[in-house]
């Protein structure tokens, strides 16, 4: 069942969303001022806020900014404010869409319908086709482009990431400086594969406990480099 946070100070409009809304088999949470509905959009896990704009305590152009700063969830603004300047605005800090007051309770429901379940193919999708590597505690998004230690992300430049993907992708396979040259940096090795060395330094800077025992990646003295499993 998804949920729904409602932010909407006139208690009547509130309540009368929420009967619509779970008419429809939705969750609905209602908070009456702009602080205590950033609060709990933040703290909780809804699948949807409804976001009146003129509020007590914050307005929903500050609550909508807030939000989208660490959620993706869908938000729809509410407003009985028909100027284009201020849809802009709210769409432009990041809210799916804008309805105007008086509006039916029906157009809402299809409204919050429709993107709810378009949020849901793009997240199944994303899913789906994001390719993840996890590896004792550490995960590459080689989708996004992301790594995390220990559930913890970590910021990769693109070579240290390109590196640890191959290396991941490879476990227990020795790979000479000359090898990882010509794989990451797509040159022959005459080249400076001093490189190599100081790339594999700052990631284990990284993902390791103590560089000085690496658990990861492994030194080969005389050969190069692997990745343990």
């Known amino acids: 069942m998804s949920k729904v946070l409602i932010i909407e100070d006139e208690v009547?409009?509130?309540?009368?969303?929420?009967?619509?809304?779970?008419?429809?088999?939705?969750?609905?949470?209602?908070?009456?001022?702009?602080?205590a509905g950033l609060s709990r959009a933040l703290q909780e896990d809804f699948d949807m806020v409804i976001l009146d704009l003129m509020l007590?305590?914050?307005?929903?152009?500050?609550?909508?900014?807030?939000?989208?700063?660490?959620?993706?969830?869908?938000?729809?603004?509410?407003?009985?404010?028909?100027?284009?300047?201020?849809?802009?605005?709210?769409?432009?800090?990041?809210?799916?869409?804008?309805?105007?007051?008086?509006?039916?309770p029906s157009e809402l429901v299809a409204r919050v319908k429709a993107h709810l379940a378009r949020y849901e193919r793009l997240i199944g999708s994303s899913a789906q086709e994001n390719e993840l590597i996890e590896i004792r505690g550490i995960k590459i998004d080689k989708t996004a482009r992301r790594i995390w230690v220990h559930e913890e992300e970590k910021p990769f430049t693109t070579k240290e990431f390109d590196l640890l993907t191959f290396l991941a992708e490879n476990p227990n396979r020795v790979f000479t400086k000359e090898e990882l040259f010509r794989e990451i940096w797509d040159m022959e090795s005459i080249g400076d594969i001093a490189t190599v060395t100081v790339h594999i330094k700052k990631i284990r800077e990284k993902i390791e406990i103590n560089t000085a025992k690496p658990q990861y990646i492994e030194t080969i003295w005389g050969v190069g480099y692997r990745f343990k499993v």
Do not use: H, Q
């Open 12 to 35: 009547a409009i509130a309540d009368l969303e929420k009967d619509y809304l779970e008419l429809s088999g939705f969750e609905v949470e209602i908070e009456n001022t702009g602080d």
């Open 56 to 104: 007590p305590g914050m307005d929903g152009f500050e609550i909508c900014r807030r939000i989208r700063e660490v959620k993706n969830m869908p938000i729809l603004m509410v407003s009985a404010k028909k100027d284009d300047i201020d849809k802009i605005r709210g769409l432009g800090l990041g809210a799916d869409d804008y309805i105007t007051k008086p509006f039916s």
